[in-house]
């Protein structure tokens, strides 16, 4: 969790990601830190999971599980490749 500095990265990675939402689909601007979700992204060769925590991305419930207004839409899986990039480019 430290990697991403206690907080929902999904604007960091699409500036289009809209609102985080905290575990019981309410609208938050910040998401407490025992919110967050760890998203595991793999990448390169498939090989063990969940072993190197660069791969772990961190997100609100809402983009994570679909909370809110997004239920059934994981923002998660249908970003996954922008979340490689964004791994691959040093978290920036």
């Known amino acids: 969790m430290r990697l991403d500095g206690y907080h929902c990265r999904a604007n960091d990675i699409d500036p289009h990601a809209g609102t985080c939402h905290d575990r ?8 407490l830190p025992n919110d967050l979700e760890m998203d595991f992204v793999r990448r390169g060769a498939r090989g063990p999971r969940h072993t190197d925590p660069a791969d772990h991305v961190m997100l609100c419930p809402g983009h994570h599980r679909g909370t809110g207004k997004m239920a059934g839409y994981q923002w998660s899986t249908a970003h996954r490749e922008r979340m490689r990039v964004w791994l691959d480019n040093g978290r920036r």
Do not use: E, M, Y
Request: hydrophobic share 40%; aromatic share 12%.
């Open 24 to 31: 019981f689909g309410t609208p938050r601007t910040i998401v």
